[in-house]
C-alpha cells in the first residue's frame, strides 16, 4: 500500500503584518514558517495506519525551497519518501497547488490520499478536495478518525458536521481524506530521525518534470489576489486600559451590569 | 443573462438555517449585478423543500432529485455540474461548511470555474468580487475571477445575515438529471456526547483558548470560573488537545452559545469559532495580541496576559474579611 501526504509549509506573523498599501503577496521575510497544523494530524494518520498494517508514506508539498523544511519534519517522524513541486511565479491559489500535485500523484498512484482539512494561512479548506476532483477520486472531507479495513481495502471515517454532530460513512480506496485536528496525537521525531532527515535526499520537480507548463497553471487558478490589507476593525471592541487590578474591576462591573440580579 | 445561484443546503430531513445566510449573500449580487436569484435544492425529495424557501428575491426555484437519501459528495458534485451546465450562473453560492467542503472545489477545479471559500464580504464590479481572511483574520484579500463565466463562492456562516422571510416563494421547475451511483456509504450519524453540562443554556461563559498554553493552567481557571459563577467553555485547540471535555467547545464545530456575557480568555477568534458566539449578548475578550480578530466582534477588549488579568478577578472575587 502507498500513502501519500500533502502537506504545506505555512507562514504565520508573530506581530502586526506591515504590507506595502495595494500588495497583494505577503513578503515571506515577515513570516515565521511551521508546518501546517492540519497536515501534521493528516501525517500521523498516515504513520498510524502504515505501523499496523504497513505501507510507504509519501510527503509532498508544493513550495519553494523554504518547504523543503516541511518535507524534512515529515521524514523525521517516519515518513518514508519527500517529493516538492515548485513553479515560479504561481498564484498561491488552492486550484493551483492542487493541479500540481494532481501531476506529481498521477505518477505516484497511490492507494490513500491524506491531506490537511484546511492551512492556518490560506485558510481556504479547499485543497483537497479540488485534488480529489481532479483525479476523479472518491473522497470524505472535514473527518476527525478513521480506520483501515484491510479485507475490503476502505477506509471507514467520521465526518465532523457542524454542531458536534459526526457522520460515519466508508469508502473504498483509492480515496483522497482531508482531517481535522484533534483525531489522534501527532508524534515528535528523535534527535536521530531529525539528523538522519536531514541528510536524506528529496525528490524536487520543476514544471517541465509533471508536463505542465506555465499557462496551464494560470488557467487551472480559481482566482487572483488583488489587494492585501488589514480587516476594517472599526466597530471593534471598546478597549479596557490600565493594569490588572484596574482591569479586573472593570469586568466585574460590566459582569454584573449584564446579569440579571 | 447568468443568474445568482444559490445551493440549498438540507440535513436529515430538514432545511438548514445556514441556506438563509447564503441567500442574503445571493441578493447583495442580485441587487449590485441585476441577474436572476436562483435557489436550487438537491436532496431525495427537493419539492417539499420548496414551500419552505419564502425568502425575499428568489426568482426561481429548481429542484434536483436524487435517488440517495443522505448528503452524498459525488452525488452533490455531479448535480452542481448538471445545474451549471443548465442555468449558466456567474455566480454559484453555498455555506463554507462540511458539506460543501466535500465537493464545491471538486467542481471548480474540473470545471476551470473561479472560486473562494470561507468569504465573509462580497460585491460586484462587472463580476463578483469577494473579500476573505487569511492569517488567522490578520489580513484581508481581496479577490476577483477576472475571465471566469461561473464562480463558485462559500461563504462564511454567520457572515451574512439570514435574508429576510416573505409570504411568497418564486416558480419551481423540477431539472431531472442523470446522477452517479453514490461513492461513499453513510453509516450513520453520531449524536454529540453532551456529559451532563449544557453550555448552550449557560448565562455566563468564561471560555479559554490557546493562550492558556498548557494544561496544568487549566483547573486554575476552571476553579475562577466557578468563583465567578460561570460555567467554563473552550475554543476548538483546547478541546482537541483533551484539555477539556469535548462537549463545552464552542465554535462551528461545537456548540452556539448565547449567553448574556461570554469572557474570553487566550481566543484569538478564527472564524469557526466566531461563528458560534454571534449570539452572545456582552463579548468581553482578553488577548496578548492586540491586531486578534476576536476583537473586531467583542464589545469590550483587553490587550493583556491572561493570568494576569485572572490573577486579579480571583484576587478581588475573594470574600473581604469580617470587619473587626
Known amino acids: 500500500m502507498k500513502i501519500a501526504v500533502a502537506v504545506k509549509q505555512v507562514g504565520a506573523f508573530d506581530d502586526a503584518p506591515d504590507l506595502m498599501p495595494d500588495a497583494a503577496l505577503v513578503p515571506s521575510t515577515s513570516l515565521r514558517r511551521t508546518v501546517n497544523e492540519w497536515d501534521l494530524f493528516a501525517l500521523e494518520a498516515a504513520l498510524e495506519l502504515r505501523d499496523e498494517h504497513g505501507a510507504e508514506v509519501v510527503a509532498i508539498t508544493v513550495g519553494d525551497e523554504e518547504a523543503d523544511e516541511a518535507l524534512r519534519t515529515c521524514l523525521a517522524k517516519g515518513a518514508d519518501r519527500g517529493v516538492r513541486v515548485w513553479a515560479d511565479q504561481m498564484e498561491p491559489d488552492p486550484l493551483t497547488v492542487a493541479r500540481l500535485l494532481a501531476e506529481v500523484l498521477r505518477g505516484e498512484s497511490p492507494d490513500l490520499i491524506f491531506c490537511g482539512a484546511q492551512s492556518s494561512d490560506a485558510m481556504h479548506a479547499s485543497t483537497g478536495t479540488a485534488l480529489a476532483g481532479l483525479l476523479d477520486l472518491s473522497r470524505v472531507a472535514v473527518i476527525k478518525r478513521l480506520c483501515y479495513d484491510v479485507e475490503a481495502n476502505a477506509v471507514q471515517a467520521d465526518r465532523e458536521l457542524e454542531s458536534g454532530l459526526v457522520e460515519r460513512v466508508s469508502v473504498a480506496a483509492p480515496a483522497l481524506l482531508t482531517l481535522q485536528t484533534g483525531g489522534n496525537q501527532p508524534r515528535h521525531a528523535n534527535l536521530r530521525a531529525i539528523k538522519q532527515a536531514e541528510r536524506q535526499p528529496l525528490e524536487v520537480l520543476g514544471l517541465g518534470d509533471i508536463g505542465l507548463q506555465a499557462d496551464d497553471l494560470e488557467r487551472a487558478a480559481g482566482a487572483h489576489v488583488r489587494r492585501l490589507a488589514p480587516p476594517d476593525r472599526s466597530g471593534r471592541a471598546e478597549m479596557i486600559e490600565g493594569g490588572p487590578d484596574e482591569v479586573a474591576q472593570k469586568i466585574l462591573e460590566i459582569v454584573s451590569s449584564r446579569l440579571a440580579p | ?324
Not at chain 2, 52 to 72: N, S
Not at chain 2, 295 to 304: K, L, Q, W
Open chain 2, 1 to 324: 443573462m447568468n443568474p445568482i445561484l444559490v445551493i440549498a443546503e438540507t440535513r436529515r430531513g430538514e432545511l438548514r438555517e445556514v441556506t438563509a445566510g447564503s441567500i442574503a449573500a445571493g441578493n447583495e449580487l442580485k441587487q449590485a449585478s441585476g441577474e436572476r436569484l436562483i435557489v436550487a435544492v438537491v436532496a431525495s425529495d427537493p419539492d417539499r423543500f420548496a414551500p419552505e424557501l419564502r425568502y425575499e428575491g428568489i426568482d426561481e426555484i429548481v429542484t434536483v432529485p436524487t435517488a440517495y437519501e443522505h448528503f452524498e459528495p459525488h452525488v452533490a458534485e455531479a448535480a452542481l455540474e448538471s445545474l451549471i451546465g443548465e442555468l449558466r450562473p456567474s455566480v454559484v453560492i453555498l455555506s463554507h461548511g462540511a458539506d460543501s467542503l466535500g465537493y464545491a472545489a471538486a467542481v471548480a477545479a474540473r470545471g476551470g470555474h473561479g472560486f473562494g471559500s470561507d468569504v465573509t464580504r462580497v460585491a460586484w464590479d462587472g463580476g463578483p468580487i469577494v473579500w476573505r481572511e487569511v492569517y488567522g483574520g490578520k489580513l484581508e484579500a481581496k479577490l476577483d475571477f477576472l475571465g471566469k463565466e461561473t464562480t463558485i463562492v462559500l461563504v462564511r456562516i454567520g457572515a451574512f445575515p439570514p435574508a429576510a422571510a416573505t409570504d411568497d416563494t418564486g416558480a419551481v421547475r423540477e431539472l431531472a438529471t442523470d446522477l452517479p451511483a453514490p461513492r461513499t456509504e453513510h453509516l450513520g450519524f453520531v449524536e454529540p456526547k453532551t456529559d451532563g453540562v449544557d453550555i448552550t443554556t449557560a448565562d455566563f461563559l468564561l471560555s479559554i483558548g490557546r493562550g492558556v498554553g498548557e494544561q496544568a493552567n487549566v483547573a486554575w481557571l476552571e476553579h475562577l470560573a466557578e468563583r465567578l459563577g460561570a460555567t467554563i467553555s473552550a475554543s476548538r485547540p483546547v478541546i482537541d488537545a483533551g484539555w477539556i471535555e469535548r462537549s463545552r467547545g464552542v465554535g462551528q464545530s461545537g456548540k452556539t452559545v448565547t449567553p448574556s456575557i461570554y469572557l474570553a480568555l487566550g481566543i484569538s477568534g478564527a472564524g469557526q469559532h466566531l461563528a458560534g458566539i454571534r449570539g452572545a449578548g456582552t463579548i468581553i475578550a482578553v488577548n496578548t495580541d492586540p491586531t486578534a480578530p476576536i476583537f473586531s466582534i467583542a464589545d469590550y477588549g483587553v490587550v493583556a496576559d491572561l493570568f494576569a488579568v485572572a490573577a486579579a478577578l480571583e484576587r478581588l472575587t475573594v470574600e473581604a474579611p469580617c470587619e473587626a
